[in-house]
């Protein structure tokens, strides 16, 4: 079975400060990862993808993510937060040869003026 | 490129009623999936197609709710006599094998 934890269902920084999402997945095989923002009545947005190579990838709006494969964990990450940012992350994984995709529970981010 | 599209945006329903739901999905994408997201909670895989085929629709409650995709297209998905359990964001998203998925603005059903 896969699945994904967010273990932080609420998460509130100060606007400039960084960020860290937290993502701990459980996959039997080579894991597929992602990162997704939800704004408010809006469907699911792609902020960045790991399939293989350099651990850290980077995403959309400087959002970027590192693969600890020894720890199952994909954490999101942002070096400075703007209001904008004020949403709902989803982790997700698949992996190579699966099509169902398994999501976390989310974490809402709010941003402090 | 024209996104995932979803109608209706919205639907409100009383106990016992039925309703469908429908997904356009991008052009050129065998995959399609069907999310549950009840409110505050992340999506929960319903049933999902590759082109006409139903590939996996075990987390479907069979009794009430059905999924088709007839030519691999476009897709409904219906629930029979509604119960407040029912309330949730329906979200349909479409992708190429393997690779992200892509999802639509949703249809929110509310059961009173």
């Known amino acids: 079975a896969q699945s994904v934890t967010q273990p932080d269902a609420r998460v509130t920084v100060s606007e400039g400060a960084s960020l860290q999402l937290r993502c701990k997945y459980s996959y039997s095989g080579t894991p597929y990862l992602f990162w997704y923002v939800q704004y408010p009545r809006q469907g699911l947005q792609l902020l960045l993808k790991?399939?293989?190579?350099?651990?850290v990838v980077q995403g959309v709006n400087g959002f970027e993510a590192e693969f600890i494969k020894s720890n199952s964990s994909f954490h999101l990450r942002k070096a400075s937060v703007h209001w904008s940012d004020s949403a709902v992350y989803f982790c997700?994984?698949?992996?190579?040869?699966?099509?169902?995709?398994?999501f976390g529970a989310g974490t809402k981010l709010t941003i402090k003026p | 490129e024209a996104g995932v599209t979803q109608s209706p945006r919205y639907a409100v329903l009383q106990e016992g009623q039925a309703v469908s739901f429908w997904c356009d999905p991008i052009s050129g994408h065998d995959t399609l999936y069907w999310y549950q997201q009840p409110r505050d909670q992340g999506p929960q895989l319903l049933v999902y197609f590759r082109d006409e085929a139903v590939i996996d629709n075990s987390q479907l409650p069979s009794d009430r709710f059905s999924a088709v995709r007839p030519k691999g297209t476009n897709s409904t998905l219906k629930i029979q006599s509604a119960k407040q359990g029912d309330t949730a964001t329906y979200l349909c998203a479409s992708g190429i094998a393997n690779t992200e998925v892509f999802f639509g603005k949703g249809t929110r059903l509310t059961v009173v």
């Open positions: 997700a994984v698949t992996g190579y040869g699966n099509e169902k995709i398994t």
């Open positions: 790991y399939y293989s190579g350099d651990p």
